[in-house]
């Protein structure tokens, strides 16, 4: 009885190829591999995407328990056509990213969660993805919304998206905006970057295991808003305080 259910609850996901896994060089010289998981893996990004339910800043909380749900969702097959990928530095998880195919012309992307700041990682992974609806499903277009000023600097401004404010995105029934496949090729080489295909070592440090990121964003020691500022590590230069309220004064982001 209960598998009979079932049957009816599981969506039956549409054929789609994979995304082949991609590097590149960061700034900071470390190798970046962006590579796709699989729904067996999905138990292994939760336990570091939990913690970030905590952090409000730059709105961490409500796109890592979105992201929590979505990546339960796939888990548990409770959505329909969704992908998942990660990016990872030497083995260690930096970056997750995931979206859907709406239908065959038109990719929904959901979101981009950054665990290692100040590297592009999130706008690197976030390319990744809009490279696997055009370049590798052959979608038209792929819905965005941003729900962090970050998110709408990293997609709007610097791909130019258009508005397509008659559609409500999915996240939360927001005005949609639009990647063509005009402004994808027009950010190709630029936005879009990356190599193929991995080297084998680099390959097999990203497969063998999906270490835990060791700078992520964490939560506030003092949730008052006026000790806080006083270590806000995105203060200019010399500002900050020497009495900071955040572990090691260092990243409270
Ligand atoms: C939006 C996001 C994915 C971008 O990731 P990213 O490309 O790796 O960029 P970062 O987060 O490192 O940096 C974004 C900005 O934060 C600031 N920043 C950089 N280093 C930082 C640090 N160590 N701590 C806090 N802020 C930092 C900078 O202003 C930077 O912008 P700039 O590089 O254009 O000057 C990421 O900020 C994120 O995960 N945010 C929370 C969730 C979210 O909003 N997701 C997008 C939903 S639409």
Same mark, same amino acid.
């Given at each position: 009885?209960?598998?009979?259910?079932?049957?009816?609850?599981?969506?039956?996901?549409?054929?789609?190829?994979?995304?082949?896994?991609?590097?590149?060089?960061?700034?900071?010289?470390?190798?970046?591999?962006?590579?796709?998981?699989?729904?067996?893996?999905?138990?292994?990004?939760?336990?570091?995407?939990?913690?970030?339910?905590?952090?409000?800043?730059?709105?961490?909380?409500? #796109?890592? &328990?979105?992201?929590? $749900?979505?990546?339960?969702? !796939?888990?548990?097959?409770?959505?329909?056509?969704?992908? =998942? +990928? %990660?990016?990872?530095?030497?083995?260690?998880?930096?970056?997750?990213?995931?979206?859907?195919?709406?239908?065959?012309?038109?990719?929904?992307?959901?979101?981009?969660?950054?665990?290692?700041?100040?590297?592009? #990682?999130? &706008?690197?992974?976030? $390319?990744?993805?809009?490279? !696997?609806?055009?370049?590798?499903?052959?979608?038209?277009? =792929? +819905? %965005?919304?941003?729900?962090?000023?970050?998110?709408?600097?990293?997609?709007?401004?610097?791909?130019?998206?258009?508005?397509?404010?008659?559609?409500?995105?999915?996240?939360?029934?927001?005005?949609?905006?639009?990647?063509?496949?005009?402004?994808?090729?027009?950010?190709?080489?630029?936005?879009?970057?990356?190599?193929?295909?991995?080297?084998?070592?680099?390959?097999?440090?990203?497969?063998?295991?999906?270490?835990?990121?060791?700078?992520?964003?964490?939560?506030?020691?003092?949730?008052?808003?006026?000790?806080?500022?006083?270590?806000?590590?995105?203060?200019?230069?010399?500002?900050?305080?020497?009495?900071?309220?955040?572990?090691?004064?260092?990243?409270?982001?």
């Amino acid at each position: 009885m209960a598998s009979d259910i079932e049957k009816i609850l599981r969506p039956v996901d549409n054929p789609a190829p994979d995304f082949p896994a991609k590097f590149m060089t960061l700034s900071s010289g470390e190798k970046l591999v962006i590579r796709q998981i699989t729904r067996e893996e999905i138990p292994m990004l939760l336990p570091h995407v939990e913690p970030l339910l905590h952090v409000d800043r730059d709105y961490y909380d409500i #796109v890592a &328990a979105r992201v929590y $749900a979505e990546l339960l969702g !796939y888990y548990r097959h409770r959505v329909q056509d969704e992908y =998942v +990928l %990660i990016a990872q530095i030497n083995g260690e998880l930096v970056a997750i990213v995931n979206g859907r195919r709406l239908n065959p012309e038109i990719g929904m992307s959901y979101h981009t969660l950054s665990l290692r700041r100040g590297l592009r #990682v999130g &706008a690197h992974a976030f $390319a990744a993805k809009m490279e !696997y609806h055009f370049d590798i499903m052959n979608q038209k277009e =792929v +819905l %965005i919304v941003a729900e962090s000023p970050n998110g709408f600097r990293r997609w709007m401004i610097e791909y130019q998206l258009e508005k397509r404010f008659n559609i409500a995105h999915e996240l939360g029934g927001v005005p949609s905006w639009s990647l063509t496949r005009q402004l994808y090729e027009k950010a190709k080489g630029s936005l879009i970057v990356g190599a193929r295909p991995v080297p084998d070592e680099l390959l097999k440090k990203a497969m063998d295991e999906i270490l835990p990121p060791k700078d992520p964003p964490r939560p506030p020691k003092d949730l008052f808003a006026s000790k806080r500022s006083k270590c806000d590590a995105t203060m200019p230069a010399g500002s900050l305080s020497s009495h900071c309220c955040c572990e090691g004064g260092k990243n409270n982001a």
